[in-house]
Nanobody
Framework: VQLQAYGGGLVQPGGSLRLSCTAS????????IDWSRQAPGNQRELVAS???????KYADSVKGRFIVSRDSTMTTVYLQMNSLKPEDTAEYYC??????????WGQGTQVTVSS
């Protein structure tokens, strides 16, 4: 499984941004696609998950502000980020977890929330 993450950028506090994670390869082996983030000096934090069943999960820090979804081709998972705060600034990564328990990471995309 290969993952390509993109969509990061600079946004003002209160603004919105949408990240995309496109999967290729053995996509039918994917159990979930997770979005994580890591700010300098901090540990990587799981932000949201989209399971192939359609179940979504969110960290408390983003619940009500972020929405994870998947497109109709089932190859791209989106992370819609609303009401962004400076503390959301981080490198965002997507990860695919297969039914066999293997993990595949995409490259990071930087999100900066600043006025």
């Amino acid at each position: 499984v290969q993952l390509q993450a993109y969509g990061g950028g600079l946004v003002q506090p209160g603004g919105s941004l949408r990240l995309s994670c496109t999967a290729s390869g053995s996509i039918f082996s994917i159990y979930s696609i997770d979005w994580s983030r890591q700010a300098p000096g901090n540990q990587r934090e799981l932000v949201a998950s989209f399971l192939t069943s359609g179940t979504t999960k969110y960290a408390d820090s983003v619940k009500g502000r972020f929405i994870v979804s998947r497109d109709s081709t089932m190859t791209t998972v989106y992370l819609q980020m609303n009401s962004l705060k400076p503390e959301d600034t981080a490198e965002y990564y997507c990860k695919a977890v297969t039914f066999q328990g293997s993990e595949f990471w995409g490259q990071g995309t930087q999100v900066t929330v600043s006025s």
